[in-house]
């Protein structure tokens, strides 16, 4: 009876430490599943404090230095851009698109009174230009007061001994009313052109370069070809520029024609000739004392020169300044040069700029003619009074054309 007894209570022990061992290998098995670390991870900090890092779920990676790797998620693809809506299209509207170049025409324009005096204090209402007779709208006005960038071409061949000493004397003359921000270059020319100073602002060069002209070379005196290569070397010289061009205005063995130096004259842009033709009293002597000898001599080295082709030669010089927006000049004595180069250093250095922007902006070549009038502010002809009051006449002096042609930077 108490064995049995004894053996119940054993059966029971043994029934409840099964199932406590049983209940025991259910829970650890429990925490080592992936599911109760998660939870765990989840729900109980880490044993350091710290809170732990984890991977972000869609980079993957491990969640520890232990546990194990998560697949990536498959990221999803961005939406493709809605496709650009198509302008609607305009009837009667053509399928291209033009692009156009339009240029801006610069205009300098001397106004004086008829002895040369500057008129200042114009506007930009009083000024009227006109494109091949079609009134152009003016976009721009100033009025510049600047150093001047010019080349002093000097026809020196063993000609004549008084046009060379007319000639010195001009250019000396020229030098003396340059200021200190001046760039000016020196060349001459008989057979070809030579240059004696490349730009400088030291007068000290400028004179010295004159100081160079003192044994002639050849009697040639090619005034177009040295001309046309003055104008080719300043197509490189940016900014407004002049030549100061001393000369009898005889023209004897050039390679050029009238015609060639005449076009390449219309077609360089921001260049002013002003024109000093020497010799004169030798030309008037020559008038009144005819004779072969004096035709010989009134250029010199056996080359014939009659009142004729000095006759001509003013009037291509006076195209050549027209042409340009410049001015000839026709002294007869060595004291008139002070004054004369005054009124050439007056005229740079004052005068009146005018833009606009062609109505006819096709570059195709053509020479197109201008023509330039001060007016009142109400349009009326303006009067211009000197000092005592009394009406005096003005000359504008302004270029006559241009050529509208593409340009090469």
Request: hydrophobic share 35%.
């Amino acid at each position: 009876m108490v064995s049995r007894r004894n053996n119940n209570t054993l059966g029971r022990q043994q029934r409840a430490f099964a199932k406590a061992l049983w209940t025991l290998l259910l829970a650890l098995c429990w925490a080592a599943s992936p599911l109760a670390a998660q939870d765990q991870n989840t729900q109980s900090p880490p044993d350091n404090g710290k809170p732990k890092q984890e991977a972000p779920a869609e980079a993957g990676g491990p969640t520890d230095s232990v546990g194990p790797y998560a697949i990536p998620k498959k990221k999803v693809e961005d939406a493709p851009p809605p496709p650009p809506v198509a302008p609607k299209k305009v009837e009667d509207m053509p399928d291209y698109s033009l692009k156009v170049n339009v240029p801006l025409v610069n205009v300098d324009v001397l106004v004086t009174t008829k002895n040369g005096q500057f008129v200042p204090g114009l506007k930009k209402e009083n000024f009227r230009i006109a494109e091949d007779g079609v009134q152009q709208n003016v976009s721009h006005f100033q009025v510049s007061q600047a150093p001047i960038t010019a080349v002093l071409l000097v026809e020196y061949a063993s000609t004549n001994y008084i046009f060379m000493i007319d000639a010195l004397r001009a250019s000396y003359a020229f030098a003396n009313s340059l200021k200190k921000d001046d760039w000016v270059a020196v060349s001459y020319y008989d057979m070809q052109p030579h240059i004696l100073a490349d730009f400088t602002q030291d007068k000290r060069a400028i004179y010295g370069a004159l100081n160079q002209l003192r044994i002639p070379g050849f009697a040639e005196t090619n005034e177009f070809d040295a001309l046309y290569d003055t104008l080719d070397r300043l197509d490189r010289v940016e900014g407004k520029k002049y030549v100061i061009l001393v000369t009898t205005g005889i023209d004897s063995f050039s390679k050029l024609t009238l015609d060639k130096i005449t076009k390449k004259i219309k077609d360089t842009k921001d260049v002013t000739i002003f024109p000093i033709s020497v010799g004169f009293m030798m030309r008037e002597y020559c008038e009144t004392h005819p004779s072969y000898y004096c035709r010989m001599m009134s250029h010199g080295a056996g080359i014939e020169v009659h009142n004729i082709d000095y006759l001509q030669a003013d009037n291509e010089l006076r195209n050549f300044a027209a042409m340009t927006g410049g001015r000839a000049y026709f002294p007869r004595f060595e004291g008139e040069m002070p004054e004369l180069f005054g009124d050439i250093s007056n005229d740079i250095r004052n005068q009146y700029t005018l833009s606009y922007t062609p109505t006819n902006t096709k570059l195709d070549g053509t020479y197109r003619k201008l023509k330039v009038q001060v007016v009142a502010p109400d349009g009326g002809p303006l009067k211009v009074r000197d000092q005592k009051g009394k009406d005096v006449k003005i000359d504008i002096v302004a270029r006559e054309g241009y050529t509208a042609k593409h340009t090469v930077d």
